[in-house]
Structure formats: C-alpha cells, structure tokens
C-alpha cells in the first residue's frame, strides 16, 4: 500500500505570509504526527492527532502554528505570518495508535522543506 | 522526561566493513520501545530496527543488529558488511506508554569506497 505522502515538497514563502501543509497518512493509520526539522538538527514534536483529535498541542512553537485533522485522515499544517525561523523540514507520521510496539511504529512522509525568505 | 543522547556526530566506516553507533536515552518508565531510523539525503525516514524493552534477546533486521543493555541505557545500532548506500543520517528515538518519540540529534554516517 501507498506510504505517507506530504505536499508540497518544497514550498518558498515571504515573510508574513501564511503557509498551509498537507499529509496524507497511510490508510487505517488512527494516529498521526507532525515534527520539525530544523538544518543539523534532531526531530522536535509538534503534535499528535488520535482520529481527529489533538490530545497533545504542546509541541506548536507559538500561537501562529495550528493544525487540524478531518475524517480521521488528512492533517493540514497551517503556520500563519510566517517567520524566517520556520524555516525547517516539517514532517509528518503515522501509526496504527495502540500500545504495543508494532502499533507505535510510526512511518514518515518525505517532508516538506519550508523556506521563509 | 524521556531523553536521547548520540555522542557521535559524525562517523565513518569502509565499504563491506562493520560499525557500531551509540545512542543512550534515560526514561523512568518501565514499558518503552526503542528505534533506530536512517534519514538518506532524500529525507525520507525510514525504520531501521525496532527493539521492545522487555525483551531480553537483541533485535536483528539482516545487515543491521542492536546491542541493547537495559541496565546501561544503552542502545547501540551495528551495521554490518557497510555498502554505499548506507550512508545517511541515523536517529535512535524512545517511546513509552504515551505516544510521542524523543529522537537523539542524529549520528551522520559516511561509507568509504
């Protein structure tokens, strides 16, 4: 089956402008994720979604970071007046949700490089 | 709080030969699992090697095989019989009985003609 997939690919906005990031899990994946990459850096958690609930919000950077999750499938990214900080890879994952090991594999997208010129 | 320590940077290994990168992590939980995921230049995250904690056996995927010393908080990945297409950045990452991975800041591994 199709993996996660993530669009764009490369996305170059200006300052103050507003960007939106789509992903796209694998099928009958109820858990999802999003993560920052930053250049040389390590994954920083954003936030997860259990069906279309967020449980934890905790990783958005600011108030200018939302995302949402509708029909238990698709997430959307979205980072208001954007920043040049935001520049970074945003990742997304999924996994079947659940407490054993195999259900918390979490499989990555290819990730969306932002750039904020 | 859950953490994830690589020391090494950078590494660099021979074509067809072995090496070992090291992670470490600290969790109060008794119920965790560890990863190891490689990162190519293409970005891509992709699963090397999963290994349950409570399990006492190492887990091996072909090439790839960890040394997990539960006492030590030690999870070290082995490559063996290096080949090019190895090269890429790896993380080590932790989970628990919540959701959310702690990924160390990443091991680059160069493979040598």
């Known amino acids: 089956g199709a993996g996660v997939s993530q669009s764009p690919s490369n996305k170059v906005t200006e300052k103050g402008k507003d960007v939106e990031l789509r992903c796209d899990p694998i099928s009958g994946h109820t858990a999802l994720y999003w993560y920052r990459q930053s250049l040389g850096q390590g994954l920083e958690f954003l936030i997860y979604f259990q069906g279309n609930s967020a449980p934890d919000k905790s990783g958005l950077p600011s108030d200018r970071f939302s995302a949402e999750r509708t029909g238990g499938s698709v997430s959307t990214l979205t980072i208001q007046r954007t920043q040049q900080e935001d520049s970074a890879v945003y990742l997304c994952?999924?996994?079947?949700?659940?407490?054993?090991?195999?259900?918390?594999?979490?499989?990555f997208g290819p990730g969306t490089r932002l750039l904020v010129l | 709080a859950q953490t994830v320590t690589q020391s090494q940077p950078e590494m660099s290994v021979q074509e067809a030969e072995t090496v070992t990168l090291s992670c470490t992590y600290d969790?109060?939980?008794?119920?965790?699992?560890l990863f190891w995921y490689k990162q190519p230049p293409s970005r891509q995250m992709i699963l090397v090697i999963r290994q349950e904690a409570y399990k006492q056996q190492n887990a091996t995927e072909n090439r790839f095989s960890v040394n997990f010393q539960k006492a030590a908080k030690s999870f070290s990945l082995k490559i063996s019989d290096s080949q090019l297409g190895d090269a890429a950045m790896y993380f080590c990452a932790v989970t628990s009985g919540t959701y959310k991975y702690i990924f160390g800041t990443g091991t680059r591994l160069k493979v040598l003609a």
């Open positions: 994952a999924s996994s079947l949700g659940g407490t054993s090991g195999g259900r918390k594999t979490q499989y």
């Open positions: 969790t109060s939980e008794s119920d965790y699992y």
